[in-house]
């Protein structure tokens, strides 16, 4: 059966009126109620929605203010403390990568002569970051008080040039690693490239301007036959993007150079190695494997040749580091222009004595007293060299750079430290 509020035209005239009345009415009252409820509700989301946008972007800005690691009075303080010269004729260096190897036996040397250090990294994990806190803790205990940031941040650079005048920067924050660019291609090009772009335009901008001296590499000369390389040989074969991106480095500090005056001397570190050194290099790796007992890989050249690197122990890099921010010269440029030609050098700072790896690994054992269980494999295609060896003439004639330790010396020490540092036993070979 039907009912009345379905029936639109109903056969009780009066009964219509006053049910259809009534009915409209219901009709009205119902749909009301549920629009009127639809509403609230709408409303009702509207509100929860803004509510939840608005706590958002508090929680963005508050975090972002609250997990800055850099800015305040205290931080600026402790930025201030530490660039102070203790010396007369002393300089104030922003070291750029102050907690990896190189970076921060450079900031100690430079502190412990009296000169104004303030480090700056980002402590990334490219190889394990308790290392890096460790050099930061050796830095602090030095005086020396390290940023937490990174160099491609500009707000954060432009605030360090405006607490401290440097009067020099030390860049030695890098992507390194000759092989893991095949894994991590955009790493080299933010770190390498982007990051040295963003800090050459805070030096540039700087007043006074600061002079710089950076890490560029052996690897430059990539595909290079002639040896010993020299800073005159070209080195428009890169074997690696590592290469490639170091390459680009020093056609992007001669640019800056040209246009802005800032005075630039790069150095082509060869192969460094050392106590607090990197674990992904060869000299560290192979020292841990063999503590372990485990294997190592050695890689071999074509036709069987062994490879081999002009390793250079990190006390003599520091001194050439020392010895050409000593040397640098002044940035001519102010507010963005340059008054007049500035220095722009590069050198290699090798120690003109390859050796082969397979020397490199009996030494350590020798050092260890362990035998190394070895793995000799063809040298995969993925941006190794053959063999490096730097001619020194020009750091020898311009930074009196003149290297002291040999291998046997250098991988001594560095095995001295590394068993001291990892809790080994070194005559059994054990962990403690
Ligand atoms: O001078 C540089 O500009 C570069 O030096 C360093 O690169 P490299 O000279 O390649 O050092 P490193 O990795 O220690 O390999 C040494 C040798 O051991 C061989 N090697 C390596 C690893 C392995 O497992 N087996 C092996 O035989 C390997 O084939 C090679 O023959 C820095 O890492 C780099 O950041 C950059 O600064």
């Known amino acids: 059966m039907r009912d009345l509020e379905d029936d639109p035209f109903p056969s009780t005239p009066g009964k219509v009126k006053i049910e259809r009345a009534y009915a409209v009415n219901r009709q009205f009252n119902r749909c009301f109620a549920s629009t009127s409820t639809t509403f609230l509700w709408a409303l009702f989301l509207v509100a929860l929605i803004a509510s939840f946008l608005s706590f958002q972007s508090f929680v963005d800005t508050s975090s972002r203010y609250f997990t800055a690691s850099w800015g305040g009075i205290q931080w600026e303080k402790q930025v201030r403390t530490s660039a102070q010269i203790d010396r007369p004729g002393g300089i104030s260096v922003l070291v750029t990568g102050a907690a990896g190897f190189v970076g921060s036996h450079v900031a100690v040397n430079l502190k412990k002569r009296g000169d104004g250090v303030v480090g700056l990294d980002n402590f990334n994990s490219y190889y ?141 570190f060869f192969t460094v190695y050392g106590p607090w050194g990197r674990p992904d290099m060869a000299y560290f790796s192979f020292t841990r494997n063999i503590l372990q007992g485990k294997p190592i890989t050695v890689y071999r050249g074509k036709d069987r040749v062994d490879l081999a690197r002009d390793f250079t122990y990190i006390d003599d890099i520091v001194k050439g580091c020392v010895a050409s921010l000593d040397t640098s010269g002044k940035s001519t440029g102010s507010g963005g222009k340059k008054r007049e030609p500035a ?35 063809e040298m995969p295609g993925n941006g190794d060299v053959p063999f490096t060896h730097a001619n020194i003439s020009h750091a020898q004639k311009d930074l009196g750079y003149k290297p002291s330790t040999d291998l046997q010396t250098g991988l001594k020490k560095f095995v001295k430290w590394y068993v001291s540092y990892h809790g080994y036993q070194r005559e059994v070979g054990r962990k403690l």
């Open 128 to 268: 394990d970051p308790s290392l890096k806190k460790a050099r930061k803790a050796r830095l602090a205990n030095n005086g020396i008080f390290v940023v937490e940031g990174d160099v491609n941040d500009a707000r954060l650079l432009a605030k360090l040039f405006d607490v401290v005048a440097f009067t020099h920067v030390m860049h030695l924050a890098a992507q390194a690693g000759v092989r893991y660019a095949i894994e991590n291609p955009s790493s080299y090009v933010h770190s390498n490239i982007a990051a040295l772009v963003t800090l050459l335009e805070a030096c540039k901008s700087a007043n006074p301007q600061p002079a710089v001296v950076w890490a560029s590499s052996s690897s430059v000369y990539g595909l290079n036959e002639k040896v010993p390389f020299s800073e005159t040989d070209k080195t428009d074969r890169p074997a690696s993007l590592y290469a490639a991106t170091k390459k680009a480095g020093e056609e992007i500090t001669h640019a800056y150079n040209h246009i802005y005056g800032l005075s630039i001397t790069g150095l082509r």
């Open 343 to 377: 220095p722009y050098r590069i050198y290699n700072l090798g120690n003109t004595q390859p050796v082969t790896v397979p020397t490199l690994v009996s030494i350590l054992e020798k050092h260890l007293k362990l035998k190394a269980k070895k793995n000799i494999v």
